[in-house]
C-alpha cells in the first residue's frame, strides 16, 4: 500500500473532510459568542461543533453511499456513531455542569 491509494480512499478523504469542516467552524462560531477571533479553536479538542461527531457522521454517511446502506458495515458505523455522539454530548453537559458549580464557588 502506497500513499496514492491511501488517498483514493473516498471513505477516509469524507472522514478527514467532516473533521477539517467542523474544526473551521469552531472559529466563527466562536466569534459569534465571544466577539472575538480566536484562531486557535482550530486546534481545540472541544466546544461545537464536536470535531468526534462530525467525523463519524460524516464516515457513517461515506460508508453508506460507497459500499451501500444494506452493507453490515454501514449497521457497525451507524452503532460506532450513535456511541460517540452520545458520550461527546454527555461530556458536554457534565463540563457545562462542572462550570457552573465552579463559577458559584468563585463569586
Known sequence: ????TLLENKVLIAVL???LIAQALKIPTEYLRSRRWMWA?????GGMPSSHSALMVSGT???G???GFDNPLFGV???ITMIIAHDAA???RQAGM??????VLFE
Open 65 to 67: 453511499l460507497y459500499h
Open 41 to 45: 479553536m482550530f486546534f481545540a479538542p
Open 90 to 92: 454527555g461530556v458536554r
Open 98 to 103: 462542572h462550570a457552573e458549580r465552579i463559577n
Open 1 to 4: 500500500m502506497n500513499l496514492a
Open 77 to 79: 458505523a451507524v452503532a
Open 61 to 63: 454517511v461515506a460508508v
Open 17 to 19: 473532510a467532516g473533521w
